[in-house]
């Protein structure tokens, strides 16, 4: 099945600080999604983006499928934005069914 | 987009016991709906995909018997944890079979 990788697995933030996420993935996709998951597990969508840029106040994705990876930026962060957030894709091969990175966990600190 | 509504969002069930999950699509018909388990500090793993009216599937290594699920109609999913045990504790969350996939609030089940 198709793999997908996060990066990096953890980050410390202070407040007002820029980030960039990665999710790399190994075959093709049709959907690809960041969420975020916050401290009582709820996933929140964050951008339905398989491909192209697409911007929502401080964050923005851009997903390059020819290259197979999508990036999430996070601009003057904020501590409400801590939490873990999650890449996840399907495929033509397996149509709804949601192929999740490990995440990365974003602590911002006061 | 999708509301999906899940519940109890919190369970504590003693060993041995069965627990059901509610998973609803309160604006659009739900022909399929998906359930994912994770465990703590993990990702989330699909478990299943729930049909309406026919048998759910489920992914390899997830015994059927054991996590019963139910899709009686367009617009509810039921997961039961049958004779639970502490392993089983996971939070568990249901998500719709759109383009874009919406969750539920998720359920935490704890098993004592």
């Known amino acids: 099945g198709i793999q997908v990788e996060q990066s990096p697995p953890d980050l410390i933030l202070q407040e007002g600080a820029n980030s960039t996420l990665r999710c790399n993935f190994s075959d093709s996709v049709n959907n690809l999604q960041w969420f975020h998951q916050n401290p009582w597990g709820q996933l929140i969508n964050l951008f339905y983006?398989?491909?192209g840029t697409k911007q929502n106040g401080r964050l923005s994705a851009t997903t390059v499928a020819t290259e197979r990876y999508s990036l999430l930026y996070i601009s003057s962060s904020q501590t409400t934005d801590s939490g873990v957030y999650f890449c996840?894709?399907?495929?033509?091969?397996?149509?709804?069914?949601?192929?999740f990175g490990a995440g990365t966990q974003v602590v911002v600190t006061p | 987009g999708a509301v999906v509504s899940q519940h109890p969002s919190r369970v504590i069930c003693k060993s041995g016991t069965s627990v059901k999950i509610e998973c609803r699509s309160l604006?659009?018909?739900?022909?399929?709906m998906f359930w994912y388990r994770q465990f703590p500090k993990q990702s989330l793993m699909l478990m299943a995909t729930s049909n309406e009216g026919s048998k759910a599937t489920y992914e390899q290594g997830v015994e059927k018997d054991k996590f019963l699920i139910n899709h009686a109609s367009l617009t509810l999913s039921t997961l039961t944890v049958t004779s639970a045990h502490p392993e089983d504790s996971s939070f568990y969350i249901c998500s719709t079979e759109n383009t874009e996939a919406f969750f539920g609030q998720g359920t935490r089940l704890t098993v004592v």
């Open positions: 604006d659009f018909q739900a022909t399929t």
């Open positions: 983006i398989p491909s």
């Open positions: 996840a894709v399907t495929t033509t091969d397996s149509w709804g069914k949601l192929q």
